[in-house]
């Protein structure tokens, strides 16, 4: 069975400061691997996705995240953040099969606060 | 629809009682989740639908909790004798099926169980 884990909580940066969110999954094979934004009061939006090809991957907001097989990581990152990015952000790995179903498991998330 | 949606949004229920959430996912999508979010807790899985039918119920936590689904688009999550460890947010998600798609979260339901 596929695990997260996001060792961060919380994380508070400066507003126009880079950010990195840090994730380490379990698996056994490639993984499909998701970050989703979770704003106040909001529902998830996927932020970017991963399933194969570049390990580098742009997703939407400037956010990028690089898929580490030997690390087993994929790390979120933006070189400047802007308030608006306060959120919980929650990486995911899913488990696909034959059938298309796929079994996404997600982490327990880590909450950004932004200062000015 | 544009996206999907879930009601009620707020739900609260004495102890004991049923309730009823209800999904509609997007249309055409054909796979459908069910999780629940605790108060600083991730997203836990509870069922899966593939069209009607439930290939994965390894989430649900207990057999006060059931889920259908009809005509392959909406769903109905039932918790029977509600219990205060109940309370959460349900959150209901769709996807196209095909292979690793993206899923599509609903606002969800907060519920309250008193």
């Known amino acids: 069975a596929q695990s997260v884990t996001q060792p961060d909580i919380h994380i508070t940066v400066s507003e126009g400061a880079s950010l990195e969110l840090r994730c380490n999954y379990s698996?056994?094979?490639?993984?499909?691997l998701f970050w989703y934004v979770q704003s106040p009061g909001q529902g998830l939006q996927l932020l970017l996705k991963?399933?194969?090809?570049?390990?580098l991957v742009q997703g939407i907001k400037g956010f990028e995240a690089e898929f580490k097989r030997s690390q087993s990581s994929f790390n979120l990152r933006k070189p400047s953040v802007h308030w608006s990015d306060a959120a919980e952000y929650f990486c995911?790995?899913?488990?696909?099969?034959?059938?298309?179903?796929?079994?996404?498991?997600f982490g327990t998330g880590t909450k950004l606060q932004v200062i000015p | 629809g544009a996206g999907v949606s879930q009601s009620p949004s707020n739900k609260v229920t004495e102890k004991g009682k049923d309730v009823e959430l209800r999904c509609d996912p997007i249309?055409?999508?054909?796979?459908l989740y069910w999780y629940r979010q605790s108060l600083g807790q991730g997203l836990e899985f509870l069922i899966y639908?593939?069209?009607?039918?439930?290939?994965?119920k390894s989430g649900l936590p207990s057999d006060r909790f059931s889920a259908e689904r009809t005509g392959g688009s909406v769903s109905t999550l039932t918790i029977q004798r509600t219990q205060q460890e109940d309370s959460a947010v349900y959150l209901c998600?769709?996807?196209?099926?095909?292979?690793?798609?993206?899923?599509?979260f609903g606002p969800g339901t907060r519920l309250t169980v008193l």
């Open positions: 998600a769709s996807s196209s099926g095909q292979g690793a798609s993206e899923q599509f």
């Open positions: 698996y056994g094979a490639t993984p499909y």
């Open positions: 991963y399933f194969s090809g570049d390990t």
């Open positions: 995911a790995v899913g488990a696909g099969n034959s059938g298309g179903y796929q079994k996404v498991t």
């Open positions: 249309s055409g999508h054909t796979a």
């Open positions: 639908f593939q069209g009607n039918s439930a290939p994965d």
